[in-house]
């Protein structure tokens, strides 16, 4: 398998990844573990020699066992923060995503699978975009609540 787009520089690390929204009857399916108190994306990291399409097909069926179409991409987020993960813990990430709009099966059952890079298994959860859960990325709160047909392009820094 070919590495994942996260390399260090300087002291810090430049991550690329891709996410799916993947919304049915109002809600959003999101991704939580044991060790974090919010919830994420489905998606992860590209894989050097993907593209951001191939590799969010890749994540979806890996988290949740189904194999998806893009519908189409609905946002470009580039976000400075923090790392909190044993892999980045304490390190200044930037971070460059591309969150796609899934086209979801109408018998979409989805099972999750997936842990994370430090081995915890993951759970996945329908909320809506309004739920009090912390989530990320934090625009999905008030984006999702009124998709739009063109892409959007958020910037973020918390460090």
Not at 50 to 72: F, K, L, Q, S
Not at 100 to 117: A, H, I, L, R
Not at 123 to 152: A, G, I
Request: hydrophobic share 35%; aromatic share 14%.
């Amino acid at each position: 398998m070919k590495a994942d787009m996260c390399v260090p520089c300087d002291d810090g690390i430049v991550n690329i990844r891709a996410g799916a929204i993947i919304m049915k009857d109002g809600k959003i399916l999101m991704v939580g573990n044991e060790r974090f108190d919010y919830l994420y994306s489905v998606g992860g990291r590209i894989k050097f020699g993907e593209t951001a399409e191939e590799a969010v097909i890749r994540e979806v069926e890996e988290e949740t066992g189904v194999r998806m179409e893009v519908d189409r991409l609905g946002f470009i987020h580039e976000n400075y923060f923090i790392g909190d993960s044993p892999s980045n813990s304490g390190k200044l990430v930037y971070e460059i995503s591309f969150y796609f709009y899934m086209k979801v099966p109408e018998n979409f059952s989805p099972e999750s699978e997936s842990f994370t890079d430090c081995g915890e298994k993951e759970f996945l959860k329908w909320v809506s975009p309004d739920d009090e859960n912390k989530k990320y990325p934090d625009f999905f709160e008030t984006e999702l609540q009124n998709p739009v047909n063109y892409v959007r392009h958020f910037v973020e820094d918390d460090r």
